[in-house]
T-cell receptor, first 117, second 113 residues
Framework: DTEVTQTPKHLVMGMTNKKSLKCEQHMGHRAMYWYKQKAKKPPELMFVYSYEKLSINESVPSRFSPECPNSSLLNLHLHALQPEDSALYLC????????????????FGAGSRLTVL | GQNIDQPTEMTATEGAIVQINCTYQTSGFNGLFWYQQHAGEAPTFLSYNVLDGLEEKGRFSSFLSRSKGYSYLLLKELQMKDSASYLCAVLLLNNNAGNMLTFGGGTRLMVKP
């Protein structure tokens, strides 16, 4: 299995809703990532988990709450979002064997397209 | 801050060769990636350079000059399916805390018949 699977593919939510995005990989990767991508813009890093622990938070507002229940799963809990949070949310994973060529390639999921009304 | 620049758009003809340039000024460097992204789809890995020189992989080649902070992606024998965005990304951090990848703005390539 060489894929990163994200659900749902599309999500529409109101500003008072609570929802979650899910990500799953079975490649044995010990690093998992959340990126946010606005239309015609590059992906922007939000969070990095390594060995199931949050290692990097790029000053993301607290209305986004990540969770890594185990080495294969990554969630992004959403609460009280704003319309400007509408974007494509990409999950990615990678090995953590630093310094070895090919070990650092991030594999991306197809994304969850979020619309906040 | 991090600065990764690439042209916004390029147009080329089917069967031709196109070169997409990327320049970077970053605090830290552990390698440079090129990703391809079709509209509405996931970015897919194309190439990785950490040493100076040319890496060739089929119709795609990528070049890196660390001293100049410069890379290019070369696409040969262009096909219509190569119409996509091409993302240059610098690997800033590469340790047990994870891999911090920062992307340039992307180059939208349109291949015409």
């Amino acid at each position: 299995d060489t894929e990163v699977t994200q659900t749902p593919k599309h999500l529409v939510m109101g500003m008072t809703n609570k929802k979650s995005l899910k990500c799953e990989q079975h490649m044995g990767h010990r690093a998992m990532y959340w990126y946010k991508q606005k239309a015609k813009k590059p992906p922007e890093l939000m969070f990095v988990y390594s060995y199931e622990k949050l290692s990097i938070n790029e000053s993301v507002p607290s209305r986004f709450s990540p969770e890594c229940p185990n080495s294969s799963l990554l969630n992004l809990h959403l609460h009280a979002l704003q319309p400007e949070d509408s974007a494509l949310y990409l999950c990615a994973s990678s090995p953590l064997r630093g310094g070895v060529f090919g070990a650092n390639v991030l594999t991306f999921g197809a994304g969850s397209r979020l619309t906040v009304l | 801050g991090q600065n990764i620049d690439q042209p916004t758009e390029m147009t080329a003809t089917e069967g031709a060769i196109v070169q997409i340039n990327c320049t970077y000024q970053t605090s830290g460097f552990n390698g440079l990636f090129w990703y391809q992204q079709h509209a509405g789809e996931a970015p897919t890995f194309l190439s990785y350079n950490v040493l100076d020189g040319l890496e060739e992989k089929g119709r795609f080649s990528s070049f890196l000059s660390r001293s100049k902070g410069y890379s290019y992606l070369l696409l040969k024998e262009l096909q219509m399916k190569d119409s996509a965005s091409y993302l240059c990304a610098v690997l800033l951090l590469n340790n047990n805390a994870g891999n911090m990848l920062t992307f340039g703005g992307g180059t939208r390539l349109m291949v015409k018949p």
